[in-house]
């Protein structure tokens, strides 16, 4: 006799299975039920919910979001109990066929996934993509896995959230939108940043609560006249809308800089129209007319994916119009088939193709087998090389003579030239794209015909990597910064010696570690390295040495102070910071990588040589560190603020050039009562760019300044920079 629990998500496995399992075929789905109810007994998964509540939701997900079959479901119910069964392989095969043991095997194989404590989250990945060569499904329950984990992520332990939120966005996310499971991928996308954004989270989701009924309404108004003109032609059809996801609107407002209210499409409506094979196109094409017959639509925003499918399948036609009130309104047209496609993924575009049920991976895998076959197999390399697989489309580019290079999706003129040769990318100024000359930041679009300006006396700049994307590019400029440092400390080091012989006194490591104490650098080609950059002068150096004891308040060049000053204020805070996982013998400090502010989410990492850092969850680092080194990280919170601390935060300004912009901003400063400790700016062709350094107490008073400032007449944006 099954319990309430077990017979209620029982009864839901079997309604999701109606259109993909045959009525004869449910008894095996009972037999595999009650196989897991003994091989599962009392288990709870790391969530806290039974195992076989857990394994029946993972299988009504399987038959009903994606559509797949008998052989899926049943290995989705015995996916977590397939160890402890208490029958053979033989018996196993005998009972449920051949190909649900190579699949349950094939799920065996990567069951170290689930252990935060390994020691590199990349081979847990290559494990799990190399078990795809065996049977896609294997990929398919993984997803679907981790997908109900995070739906019960609140019952987890603490220190586990923040790892598998990460690992989940960094992950798991881009790889179901790269198997065409959309809706999985945006579950996944807005249950990780509810744990890794949860302040941003909760103040999207509030506003979305709040404007709900005006967005309603406002698609009322929309669809109303659709809906009539539609039907006169003919069409048979249905309208549905969504707003977009959380984490859409997140990262909509990230990158453009904007406020909520500022998103202009929040929300989407769907036209999904009956339409026979041959008709398909035509019948979207023509609704596409009505829509801009009765809207004004905005043609840069035009995408045809019915023309040329996405590599996963996914079929479209996207335009965004100008909808009642003003309001940007994005509109998709597709037919039946292409809807059950988006919806559904890999198990509906084969079921179209006349694959039976659950066959083949398409050219995903073999852009993966390419992967694991390259030679670079080192594990944070490996994976750069499978986040930039997934995360990104791609754009293709030519050459001067015609050949196709292929890049990922937002890749400059500079990723182009270190595609074509490192000596290239290393002299790269500009570039001439479609015949027009650009900057080496310039974006690439699909189709460009790029060529490459050069000279003789460029080098690879530190600022390069700020908009750089490819691997290649990152690697081969910072290659070049770490040689020409080492080179510049090498003539510093020469300078150095030839100064300490002209004044008589002996070259060694006593005087060397005076000086490396005195400036409080980490290694001597720091000291080497701005001897010959000019940023220490020799004659500051022989005061110095001269003396027996360094005077209490040497002055120290610019640079140098700045670093002394950051480093006595990140000493400032343990009393103000409780690390829930306290490591014995290790101090913390604040991370120069994003700068936390009291008030900030942050969380604490483990460094070999530099104790504990803590960093905010919304750091550039954080998802690298969290997916490859969840076992270093503690949980750290704020406990109690005080008036007389303060945090260094960095500000970034643009706006149209004005007199007294300086000023105003100065005076929105002084209001907050919070000190400057830099201000650096630029008026050239009637734009302002300036970066302001504060003294902030908290994030409230940080984010208080930059809503003050962006309402100042002819601010165009501000945004917190990480360092």
């Not at 709870?44 to 979001?65: D, F, K, M, N």
């Not at 069951?111 to 990929?139: C, H, P, T, W």
């Not at 460094?607 to 990280?633: D, F, Q």
């Given at each position: 006799?099954?319990?309430?629990?077990?017979?209620?998500?029982?009864?839901?496995?079997?309604?999701?299975?109606?259109?993909?399992?045959?009525?004869?075929?449910?008894?095996?789905?009972?037999?595999?039920?009650?196989?897991?109810?003994?091989?599962?007994?009392?288990?709870?998964?790391?969530?806290?919910?039974?195992?076989?509540?857990?394994?029946?939701?993972?299988?009504?997900?399987?038959?009903?979001?994606?559509?797949?079959?008998?052989?899926?479901?049943?290995?989705?119910?015995?996916?977590?109990?397939?160890?402890?069964?208490?029958?053979?392989?033989?018996?196993?095969?005998?009972?449920?066929?051949?190909?649900?043991?190579?699949?349950?095997?094939?799920?065996?194989?990567?069951?170290?996934?689930?252990?935060?404590?390994?020691?590199?989250?990349?081979?847990?990945?290559?494990?799990?993509?190399?078990?795809?060569?065996?049977?896609?499904?294997?990929?398919?329950?993984?997803?679907?896995?981790?997908?109900?984990?995070?739906?019960?992520?609140?019952?987890?332990?603490?220190?586990?959230?923040?790892?598998?939120?990460?690992?989940?966005?960094?992950?798991?996310?881009?790889?179901?939108?790269?198997?065409?499971?959309?809706?999985?991928?945006?579950?996944?996308?807005?249950?990780?940043?509810?744990?890794?954004?949860?302040?941003?989270?909760?103040?999207?989701?509030?506003?979305?609560?709040?404007?709900?009924?005006?967005?309603?309404?406002?698609?009322?108004?929309?669809?109303?006249?659709?809906?009539?003109?539609?039907?006169?032609?003919?069409?048979?059809?249905?309208?549905?809308?969504?707003?977009?996801?959380?984490?859409?609107?997140?990262?909509?407002?990230?990158?453009?800089?904007?406020?909520?209210?500022?998103?202009?499409?929040?929300?989407a409506v769907r036209i999904i129209i009956e339409s026979a094979g041959q008709n398909e196109k035509s019948d979207c094409w023509r609704a596409y007319s009505i829509v801009t017959d009765l809207y004004q639509p905005n043609p840069s925003r035009l995408r045809d994916w019915i023309s040329v499918p996405k590599s996963n399948g996914y079929e479209s036609l996207h335009t965004t119009v100008v909808g009642p009130r003003g309001?940007?309104?994005?509109?998709?047209?597709?037919?039946?088939?292409?809807?059950?496609?988006?919806?559904?993924?890999?198990?509906?575009?084969?079921?179209?193709?006349?694959?039976?049920?659950?066959?083949?991976?398409?050219?995903?895998?073999?852009?993966?087998?390419?992967?694991?076959?390259?030679?670079?197999?080192?594990?944070?390399?490996?994976?750069?090389?499978?986040?930039?697989?997934?995360?990104?489309?791609?754009?293709?580019?030519?050459?001067?003579?015609?050949?196709?290079?292929?890049?990922?999706?937002?890749?400059?003129?500079?990723?182009?030239?270190?595609?074509?040769?490192?000596?290239?990318?290393?002299?790269?100024?500009?570039?001439?794209?479609?015949?027009?000359?650009?900057?080496?930041?310039?974006?690439?679009?699909?189709?460009?015909?790029?060529?490459?300006?050069?000279?003789?006396?460029?080098?690879?700049?530190?600022?390069?990597?700020?908009?750089?994307?490819?691997?290649?590019?990152?690697?081969?400029?910072?290659?070049?910064?770490?040689?020409?440092?080492?080179?510049?400390?090498?003539?510093?080091?020469?300078?150095?010696?030839?100064?300490?012989?002209?004044?008589?006194?002996?070259?060694?490591?006593?005087?060397?570690?005076?000086?490396?104490?005195?400036?409080?650098?980490?290694?001597?080609?720091?000291?080497?390295?701005?001897?010959?950059?000019?940023?220490?002068?020799?004659?500051?150096?022989?005061?110095?040495?001269?003396?027996?004891?360094?005077?209490?308040?040497?002055?120290?060049?610019?640079?140098?102070?700045?670093?002394?000053?950051?480093?006595?204020?990140?000493?400032?805070?343990?009393?103000?910071?409780?690390?829930?996982?306290?490591?014995?013998?290790?101090?913390?400090?604040?991370?120069?990588?994003?700068?936390?502010?009291?008030?900030?989410?942050?969380?604490?990492?483990?460094?070999?040589?530099?104790?504990?850092?803590?960093?905010?969850?919304?750091?550039?680092?954080?998802?690298?560190?969290?997916?490859?080194?969840?076992?270093?990280?503690?949980?750290?919170?704020?406990?109690?603020?005080?008036?007389?601390?303060?945090?260094?935060?960095?500000?970034?300004?643009?706006?149209?050039?004005?007199?007294?912009?300086?000023?105003?901003?100065?005076?929105?400063?002084?209001?907050?009562?919070?000190?400057?400790?830099?201000?650096?700016?630029?008026?050239?062709?009637?734009?302002?760019?300036?970066?302001?350094?504060?003294?902030?107490?908290?994030?409230?008073?940080?984010?208080?300044?930059?809503?003050?400032?962006?309402?100042?007449?002819?601010?165009?944006?501000?945004?917190?920079?990480?360092?």
């Amino acid at each position: 006799m099954l319990s309430a629990e077990i017979q209620s998500g029982y009864r839901a496995l079997l309604t999701a299975s109606r259109n993909s399992v045959a009525r004869e075929d449910i008894p095996k789905i009972r037999k595999a039920l009650d196989l897991a109810i003994r091989s599962c007994g009392e288990t709870v998964t790391l969530t806290g919910e039974p195992a076989i509540i857990h394994a029946l939701s993972v299988a009504r997900i399987i038959a009903g979001e994606m559509g797949l079959g008998l052989t899926s479901v049943i290995t989705a119910l015995l996916h977590d109990s397939y160890k402890n069964l208490d029958l053979s392989s033989k018996e196993l095969e005998k009972e449920f066929g051949k190909k649900a043991l190579e699949i349950l095997n094939g799920f065996s194989k990567i069951s170290g996934i689930e252990s935060m404590q390994s020691s590199y989250q990349a081979e847990n990945f290559r494990k799990l993509l190399l078990s795809l060569a065996d049977d896609v499904r294997v990929i398919l329950i993984k997803l679907v896995e981790r997908l109900e984990y995070m739906r019960n992520l609140d019952n987890a332990p603490e220190k586990e959230k923040i790892p598998l939120a990460s690992e989940t966005y960094f992950l798991y996310a881009p790889l179901a939108h790269r198997l065409g499971f959309y809706n999985i991928k945006s579950d996944m996308e807005d249950l990780a940043v509810k744990y890794l954004e949860p302040e941003q989270y909760k103040f999207v989701e509030n506003r979305l609560k709040q404007t709900n009924a005006s967005r309603n309404r406002l698609i009322r108004e929309f669809s109303t006249p659709l809906h009539e003109k539609l039907e006169k032609q003919g069409f048979r059809f249905t309208i549905k809308s969504r707003t977009k996801s959380i984490h859409s609107i997140m990262l909509k407002m990230k990158k453009q800089g904007v406020e909520f209210d500022e998103v202009f499409d929040l929300f989407a409506v769907r036209i999904i129209i009956e339409s026979a094979g041959q008709n398909e196109k035509s019948d979207c094409w023509r609704a596409y007319s009505i829509v801009t017959d009765l809207y004004q639509p905005n043609p840069s925003r035009l995408r045809d994916w019915i023309s040329v499918p996405k590599s996963n399948g996914y079929e479209s036609l996207h335009t965004t119009v100008v909808g009642p009130r003003g309001k940007w309104v994005e509109v998709q047209i597709r037919s039946e088939r292409m809807d059950e496609i988006a919806e559904k993924g890999l198990a509906a575009h084969f079921k179209y193709k006349g694959i039976k049920g659950e066959g083949g991976l398409d050219s995903w895998l073999t852009k993966i087998r390419e992967i694991l076959e390259s030679p670079e197999k080192e594990d944070a390399a490996f994976l750069d090389q499978v986040r930039s697989g997934l995360y990104t489309d791609e754009v293709f580019v030519f050459t001067p003579k015609g050949d196709l290079r292929q890049l990922p999706a937002g890749a400059t003129v500079l990723d182009f030239a270190f595609d074509i040769h490192t000596a290239v990318g290393a002299s790269c100024v500009g570039g001439k794209v479609n015949g027009k000359n650009v900057t080496i930041k310039h974006v690439l679009q699909n189709g460009d015909h790029v060529d490459i300006i050069r000279s003789k006396s460029q080098t690879p700049k530190r600022d390069w990597l700020s908009f750089v994307v490819t691997n290649k590019a990152k690697s081969k400029i910072k290659l070049a910064l770490n040689e020409e440092k080492t080179r510049a400390a090498a003539e510093g080091k020469e300078i150095l010696m030839r100064r300490l012989k002209n004044w008589k006194m002996p070259y060694g490591d006593t005087i060397i570690q005076k000086l490396i104490n005195h400036y409080n650098f980490k290694t001597a080609q720091d000291l080497y390295y701005l001897i010959s950059t000019g940023k220490i002068e020799l004659l500051e150096i022989k005061n110095i040495l001269l003396k027996d004891e360094p005077a209490p308040s040497v002055q120290l060049p610019a640079a140098v102070q700045d670093k002394e000053n950051k480093e006595i204020l990140e000493t400032q805070f343990s009393d103000y910071l409780l690390i829930e996982d306290r490591v014995e013998g290790l101090d913390y400090r604040l991370a120069k990588c994003c700068n936390p502010v009291f008030g900030d989410t942050v969380f604490g990492f483990v460094t070999i040589s530099e104790g504990i850092k803590i960093h905010r969850t919304s750091c550039p680092n954080a998802n690298n560190l969290m997916a490859r080194y969840p076992y270093r990280l503690v949980a750290a919170r704020w406990t109690k603020a005080s008036s007389t601390t303060s945090f260094i935060s960095s500000i970034k300004i643009t706006g149209v050039e004005d007199l007294g912009i300086v000023n105003k901003i100065a005076d929105v400063i002084s209001a907050f009562s919070v000190s400057i400790r830099n201000f650096n700016y630029s008026m050239e062709d009637g734009m302002f760019e300036g970066t302001l350094n504060l003294l902030v107490p908290n994030n409230n008073v940080l984010y208080g300044i930059i809503r003050k400032i962006h309402s100042i007449k002819g601010i165009l944006k501000v945004i917190r920079q990480n360092n």
